[in-house]
């Protein structure tokens, strides 16, 4: 009896492990994979998309931008999106010339299954304030899965319908979750009011846990208009 009840809880113990092991490479591999896919499917859409919809045309005294301009106040998206719909796309070369993933409106688990996610009530693209947002370091797609990798002076680009918005990596911090400071609109100053565009990606840390919030600040430094290319920056040596 006892033998058999040893045999019993030792194959209820490997029956534990192998649905452990399983649900591990679901959670780190498959979710991956089909986030990914998603995503890439995603910033297909919103670049067919942006190509078919003519850009809007300079109204009475707001100069058109060709060229990269000095940042001033530029805002591309009209209105916050609803919650959940894809308004952006964040190129990093850093992470890689192909490396293009969508911003979605949101920062909460499905959001964050849809790609990179804009926190409420942050600034807009291109947008004087903090234009904050969040991604997984690991799973979903892992979009900031390379986010300590980031050096000062690094171009972080974000594409909207009408315009690119260069941002240039300023410095990085490891903080609490608790620590909501860092997506004010003045980074790390919050109740100041802000005078400059600023972008702030969140990610938790280290690898693998939620311990602490990995954070990288971003000032805006260039505005150019869709219609005029690609910038500069979107290259490594840029």
């Known amino acids: 009896m006892i033998r058999r009840a040893t045999s019993v809880l030792g194959e209820l ?8 092991l399983l649900f591990v490479v679901w959670q780190l591999h498959w979710t991956d994979l089909t986030s990914g896919r998603a995503q890439a499917a995603t910033v297909t859409s919103l670049q067919q998309q942006w190509d078919a919809t003519p850009a809007p045309t300079a109204t ?37 010339e192909d490396y ?32 904050a ?15 300590a990798d980031l050096q000062d002076g690094d171009a972080v680009v974000v594409a909207t319908a009408t315009q690119w ?15 909501v400071s860092v997506i004010a609109p003045v980074p790390g100053r919050p109740g100041e009011t802000p005078t400059e565009a600023w972008l702030t990606m969140t990610a938790c840390h280290p690898m693998h846990s939620a311990r602490q919030r990995y954070v990288v600040h971003a000032q805006l430094e260039s505005v150019q208009d869709r219609s005029a290319g690609p910038p500069a920056s979107l290259t490594a040596a840029g």
């Not at 113990?13 to 452990?20: C, D, F, I, R």
């Not at 001033?72 to 070369?93: M, Q």
């Not at 947002?133 to 986010?147: M, N, Q, S, W």
């Not at 918005?165 to 620590?179: A, D, G």
């Open 60 to 96: 009475a005294g707001t100069a058109a931008t060709a060229a990269p301009t000095a940042p001033a106040t530029a805002r591309a998206v009209d209105e916050t999106p609803p919650t959940g719909d894809a308004f952006a796309i964040l190129h990093v070369p850093r992470f890689g």
């Open 13 to 20: 113990l490997v029956t534990a492990g192998v649905l452990t």
């Open 100 to 131: 293009a993933v969508p911003v979605v409106e949101g920062t909460g688990t499905e959001e964050l299954k849809e790609g990179i996610g804009h926190y409420a009530d942050a600034a807009l693209p291109g947008e004087v304030g903090n234009f």
């Open 133 to 147: 947002i969040a991604g997984h370091r690991v799973t979903y797609g892992k979009p900031f899965h390379l986010i």
């Open 165 to 179: 918005f260069t941002y240039r990596v300023r410095s990085h911090e490891v903080v609490s979750p608790k620590q």
